[in-house]
């Protein structure tokens, strides 16, 4: 149980073009989902924390305008890159609490700006 | 805010050995502790966790330990096999669910 899945699990874009990422829970609802970034051999960053129903929280340095985030359902979130560029490439994960204080991890997303 | 030390970067040890890994936290408001594995180009994979009113967790050849007054807490894999070979990370979570997370240490098991 409490199995989160994001899509797509790569994807190649041209620069200026938005790309949407996708992050459900599968077998629950989670009212809080988290979006991270990571850059090879370092830890996750955080971005932005989704609350259903509200404007998401966005960690210090990260632009609003350029990760747009939508969570429409207890079930769905999703991030939108917006007019990406060759510097946005990089390993974008979801995460979402299982109803206990645990987070389950969807399977990432590899953004490639080209 | 908070902030979570963990040490060392990488480590290595010989297959059927023990590994530990140790993390420091700076919020003494933290009350849950995870560790997660995570393999390259995967998913964090959650293998433990520890909440703040118990002082050592064991699963099998995983156990965590926690010390609230110094603010540190350990995970330890005994036995280690090939398939243990991976980045570990710790974090801390407090009220507001949020992780923050440890820099990561590179288990490497030589065969």
């Known amino acids: 149980g409490a199995v989160v899945s994001q899509h797509p699990s790569r994807v190649i874009c041209k620069s200026g073009t938005s790309v949407k990422i996708e992050c459900r829970s599968l077998?629950?609802?989670?009212?809080?989902m988290f979006w991270y970034r990571q850059f090879p051999k370092q830890s996750l960053m955080l971005m932005a924390t989704?609350?259903?129903?509200?404007?998401?929280?966005?960690e210090q340095g990260v632009e609003k305008d350029k990760f747009l985030i939508n969570h429409a359902s207890l079930t769905l979130s999703t991030l939108t890159v917006t007019s990406a560029h060759p510097e946005d490439s990089s390993f974008y994960i979801c995460?979402?609490?299982?109803?206990?204080?645990?987070?389950?991890f969807g399977s990432g997303t590899r953004l490639t700006v080209v | 805010g908070e902030n979570v030390e963990q040490h060392p970067s990488t480590l290595s040890v010989q297959e059927g050995d023990s590994a530990v890994i140790k993390c420091t936290y700076s919020d003494s408001a933290s009350n849950y502790f995870p560790w997660y594995k995570q393999e390259l180009g995967k998913r964090p994979q959650l293998i433990i966790d520890?909440?703040?009113n118990v002082g050592e967790k064991k699963d099998q050849r995983i156990a965590v330990t926690l010390n609230k007054t110094a603010k540190h807490f350990s995970l330890h894999i005994t036995e280690t096999q090939p398939e243990d070979s991976a980045v570990y990370f710790c974090a801390a979570s407090g009220g507001n669910y949020q992780l923050i997370w440890g820099a990561g240490t590179k288990l490497i098991i030589k065969p």
């Open positions: 520890i909440r703040s």
């Open positions: 077998d629950f609802q989670a009212t809080t």
């Open positions: 995460s979402a609490r299982d109803g206990t204080a645990a987070h389950r």
């Open positions: 989704s609350n259903e129903g509200s404007k998401a929280t966005y």
